[in-house]
């Protein structure tokens, strides 16, 4: 199993532009998440689903977006991007719905200019 | 919502000596508390997590210990090692519908040979 797995590894954009970043998982978790990370506030719930077609907004939700098409894959979409949105993202996901032992994808680092 | 509190920030302990991390939680329904390991530049990885029903866990050189009363728990890490040197971050989930993970600030560990 790859296990979590996320594109792109880096990314560099452009004030306003919009982009989406990638998670996977083969392990047929139905709860995946989406957090940042920025350094000295540890990581922070941006949103998650616990189940295909199922989402739901966690700490800091704005100015992102998620689908929830299939079990696999939960991408997130920046929809104009801002300098406050430069941060490192992680993507996690566990079984069930009770969001416990959450495994985490090797982060996409994100810089916008 | 729930706020994690998380110290120190920073500690620096000589190889062999003991750590302790300890975190505090505000919301009383929160009943699954795991702890995180990052190390530099990698994603976090659960190094273990207890329950509220549960006072004290222990895997090798780790364990967790929880106070639901004082809403605190606490990490030990004995015999450190290099290897332990990285930061790490408590969490906690409520019991509630809306199951989402709250993290700490995080603590970066040092271990001096």
């Known amino acids: 199993n790859a296990g979590v797995t996320q594109t792109p590894k880096f990314q560099v954009l452009k004030t306003g532009q919009s982009m989406t970043l990638q998670c996977a998982q083969d392990?047929?978790?139905?709860?995946m998440s989406w957090y940042r990370q920025d350094p000295g506030m540890g990581l922070r719930l941006i949103h998650y689903?616990?189940?295909?077609?199922?989402?739901d907004q966690g700490e800091v939700p704005n100015g992102y977006n998620v689908s929830r098409s299939t079990t696999e894959d939960f991408p997130l979409r920046l929809l104009s991007a801002a300098p406050s949105q430069t941060s490192v993202y992680f993507c996690?996901?566990?079984?069930?719905?009770?969001?416990?032992?959450?495994?985490f994808g090797p982060g996409t680092r994100l810089l916008v200019l | 919502g729930e706020n994690v509190e998380q110290h120190p920030s920073t500690l620096s302990v000589q190889e062999g000596d003991s750590a302790v991390i300890k975190c505090t939680y505000s919301?009383?329904?929160?009943?699954?508390f795991p702890w995180y390991k990052q190390e530099l530049g990698k994603r976090p990885q659960l190094i273990i997590d207890i329950r509220s029903n549960v006072g004290e866990k222990k895997d090798q050189r780790i364990a967790v210990t929880l106070n639901k009363t004082a809403k605190h728990f606490s990490l030990h890490i004995t015999e450190t090692q290099p290897e332990d040197s990285a930061v790490y971050f408590c969490a906690a989930i409520s019991s509630g519908s809306a199951r989402q993970l709250t993290f700490g600030s995080g603590t970066q560990l040092t271990v001096l040979p």
């Open positions: 392990m047929n978790h139905e709860y």
């Open positions: 689903s616990v189940g295909a077609g199922i989402t």
């Open positions: 919301d009383s329904a929160s009943n699954y």
């Open positions: 996690a996901s566990s079984w069930g719905q009770s969001g416990e032992t959450q495994y």
